[in-house]
């Protein structure tokens, strides 16, 4: 089975952009999650989408937004980019929202400048 | 509030002998705790669960123990390897919604 994927893997933007992250899940899995992964505050969840549905939100302010389509494939958006955006964003899904192992892809580096 | 804490953030040990890493966390009930690795420029991979009613897990060279009196969890790497050298992650999972929150992370350098 293929794993995790994310679409693109590097991203550069400037400041007051707007970015949007894709992620594939592992065939059959139908949870999709998102962090993001900075040096300064580790791994902080964003949300998490079960059936097209979000069930669970992290402390993110309202920029940072996703949505889960029909084939569990998922996307985020980050609109009025940040400095502070920078960071790696990872995806992780499991088969579903309550199943012990998520499966983590390799991530997106994004770079505001 | 809640928060997840790992001792240390590097950890260099040598070759052959035994790392030990501590995650310790407070104002949380977990329905489990697990732990992962993470290797530069890749996603965290899943080693190792434990739940609230077990004292300790062990895959391979690999040993972990929940004290939920402490509220400590122990990650041991056996007869380590410089293969093992990466950053080692707990991670709680939520009793109410099984969100996942990680801690800062420990890197380990294993020295040949």
């Known amino acids: 089975k293929a794993g995790v994927t994310q679409t693109p893997r590097y991203l550069i933007k400037t400041r007051g952009q707007q970015v949007t992250l894709s992620c594939s899940p592992i065939?059959?899995?139908?949870?999709v999650s998102w962090y993001q992964q900075t040096p300064g505050q580790g791994l902080q969840f964003l949300f998490e989408?079960?059936?097209?549905?979000?069930?669970n939100k992290g402390n993110f302010p309202g920029r940072f937004s996703g949505r889960q389509f029909s084939n569990s494939r998922s996307e985020m958006n980050v609109s009025t980019l940040e400095l502070g955006d920078s960071a790696l964003y990872l995806c992780?899904?499991?088969?579903?929202?309550?199943?012990?192992?998520?499966?983590f892809g390799p991530g997106t580096r994004l770079l505001v400048l | 509030s809640q928060k997840i804490e790992q001792n240390s953030e590097a950890l260099n040990i040598q070759e052959g002998k035994t790392a030990t890493l501590t995650c310790n966390y407070t104002?949380?009930?977990?329905?489990?705790l697990q732990w992962y690795r993470q290797d530069p420029g890749r996603g965290p991979v899943f080693l190792l669960l434990?739940?609230?009613?077990?004292k300790e897990k062990r895959k391979e060279r690999l040993k972990v123990t929940f004290d939920t009196t402490l509220k400590q969890s122990l990650f041991h790497i056996t007869a380590s390897q410089p293969a093992d050298s990466a950053t080692y992650l707990c991670?709680?999972?939520?009793?109410?919604?099984?969100?996942?929150?990680f801690g800062a992370g420990t890197t380990v350098t294993v020295r040949a």
């Open positions: 434990i739940r609230e009613n077990e």
């Open positions: 989408y079960f059936s097209e549905t979000q069930r």
């Open positions: 992780a899904s499991r088969t579903l929202a309550r199943s012990e192992t998520q499966y």
């Open positions: 104002n949380y009930s977990p329905a489990y």
């Open positions: 991670a709680l999972v939520g009793i109410n919604d099984y969100k996942l929150s």
């Open positions: 065939s059959g899995h139908r949870s």
